[in-house]
Antibody, heavy 122, light 107 residues
């Protein structure tokens, strides 16, 4: 059974940093791309970032480019999102999602975690 | 940037057919994927590559894509189908893109 468990969310002040983690199990982690998707309270889904199986290809939404960094550790079956210079508009539930292919992009998300809540407020 | 447009809401009576559209410039040339999200839950993939169904998704769910509109069709709608539905595509200039979502209400 595929499981994705996010952690690391919390309340943080504007301008500070936070690192999210996603622990994956139930599939061969290094065979697939992984992504982060967020959902602000009461709003729709917004893709944040994606990374290919070997970290060779990475992408970011314009809204987070230059502030967020995605990474993965295939030995630990884990995905990460380093979030710097956080803003109030980054407040959202952050989902870890498994890509359907090894390469990042041009795929869909076949499994999702339950999300970790990030609240940016002073 | 590439934009996907969905109606904010669709209402349907039980047993009838619901159609949720997703509009985009020449979307027919792209692969469209659909997700169902019930309140307080993570999204679930219901259609991929325009019309394929993951295992476990009822045959009542189907999809089509042509021209500037992709459509998710839910036949014989049940109360349990009430949820938000999102379309998604990959675009070379915009990366992964989601539609704004459609709230399906079962009357």
């Amino acid at each position: 059974e595929v499981q994705l468990v996010e952690s690391g969310g919390g309340l943080v002040q504007p301008g500070r940093s936070l690192r999210l983690s996603c622990a994956a199990s139930g599939f061969t982690f290094d065979d697939y791309a992984m992504d982060w998707v967020r959902q602000a309270p009461g709003k729709g889904l917004e893709w944040v970032s994606g990374i290919s199986w070997n970290s060779g290809s990475i992408g970011y939404a314009d809204s987070v480019k230059g502030r967020f960094t995605i990474s993965r550790d295939n030995a630990k079956n884990s995905l990460y999102l380093q979030m710097n210079s956080l803003r109030a508009e980054d407040t959202a539930l952050y989902y870890c999602a498994k890509g359907s292919a090894a390469g990042y992009g041009q795929d869909y998300f076949d499994y999702w975690g339950q999300g970790t809540l990030v609240t940016v407020s002073s | 940037s590439y934009v996907l447009t969905q109606p904010p809401s669709v209402s349907v009576a039980p047993g009838k057919t619901a159609r949720i559209t997703c509009g985009g410039n020449n979307i027919g040339s792209k692969s469209v994927h659909w997700y169902q999200q019930k309140p307080g839950q993570a999204p679930v993939l219901v259609i991929y590559y325009d019309s394929d169904r993951p295992s476990g998704i009822p045959e009542r769910f189907s999809g089509s894509n042509s021209g500037n509109t992709a459509t998710l069709t839910i036949s014989r709608v049940e109360a349990g189908d009430e949820a938000d539905y999102y379309c998604q595509v990959w675009d070379s200039s915009s990366d992964q893109v989601f539609g704004g979502g459609t709230k399906l209400t079962v009357l």
